[in-house]
């Protein structure tokens, strides 16, 4: 279902994990979410400065979770907690990784594939992207984190018409109301540019510059503490001999 690999960019290494499950659209069985939990941390462990989620399948991002494990969560209660839980540890391990996450969507996005989108820091959508939060079509709710993460995104009124609706937008729609940052021809060509331009930066600022984008409570420690490390000391350098960094890993 998900298929680790890395590029070796000019600027550092790049990982990737890849949805490939077309059979099933790139659906999400609830054993499978621990499995990307896993897969994002070793993409963290693994040396890269950027991770990439995309999709392996053609014209589909993710259709979302799996409808044979919703048909199921119909009559077991314990494996409702199951699937809540496993889900959110997939998008807050994502969400909370020390390097940049891309989601490159080109194709369909749906449902939790959405969530999954919105829990990287940024959004790419190909010409063939397109959005559709569908719960209410099947009588359920949307977890609170990714209500939260949504309306982070486009506001409490783009949350509601998404979120009531079901409906479904173009990739253009998603750019303007915020739902992704950046639209292409191709999102997998210009989510590997927007990350090695990432790569090319201190791997220290981009985490820490990720810490107080959440908001964290050590973010003015964090400022002062940059101008004590290695990565101030080797880019001031660089600056001063107008030559391209190099940064520790």
């Given at each position: 279902m998900f298929i680790f690999d890395s590029i070796d960019a000019s600027a550092g290494r790049v990982a990737r994990i890849s949805l490939d499950k077309p059979a099933s659209r790139n659906s999400i069985?609830?054993?499978?979410?621990?499995?990307l939990a896993d897969a994002a941390e070793r993409a963290a462990a693994s040396g890269?400065?950027?991770l990439i989620i995309r999709s392996g399948a053609p014209n589909i991002f993710s259709s979302g979770a799996d409808l044979g494990?919703?048909?199921g969560l119909a009559t077991d209660p314990a494996l409702r907690g199951r699937f809540r839980t496993d889900m959110a540890r997939a998008f807050d391990t994502i969400a909370g990784l020390p390097i940049a996450t891309i989601a490159a969507v080109d194709g369909g996005c749906y449902g939790a594939g959405v969530a999954l989108a919105m829990a990287c820091d940024m959004r790419v959508a190909g010409d063939k992207a397109q959005f559709a939060i569908t719960p209410a079509k099947v009588g359920i709710v949307y977890p609170a984190g990714?209500?939260?993460?949504l309306r982070a995104l486009v506001g409490p009124g783009q949350a509601a018409r998404l979120l009531t609706t079901g409906m479904t937008i173009s990739a253009d729609e998603a750019l303007a109301i915020g739902l992704v940052e950046e639209r292409a021809a191709s999102a997998d060509a210009a989510a590997l540019a927007l990350a090695e331009r990432i790569a090319a930066n201190a791997r220290s600022s981009v985490a820490g510059l990720k810490r107080i984008l959440a908001q964290d409570d050590a973010a003015d420690q964090l400022f002062e503490d940059a101008f004590g490390g290695e990565d101030f000391r080797e880019g001031l350098a660089a600056f001063r001999g107008r030559r391209k960094p190099v940064f520790g890993a």
């Open positions: 069985a609830i054993g499978q979410w621990s499995e890269a400065r950027v494990d919703l048909k990714d209500v939260a993460r």
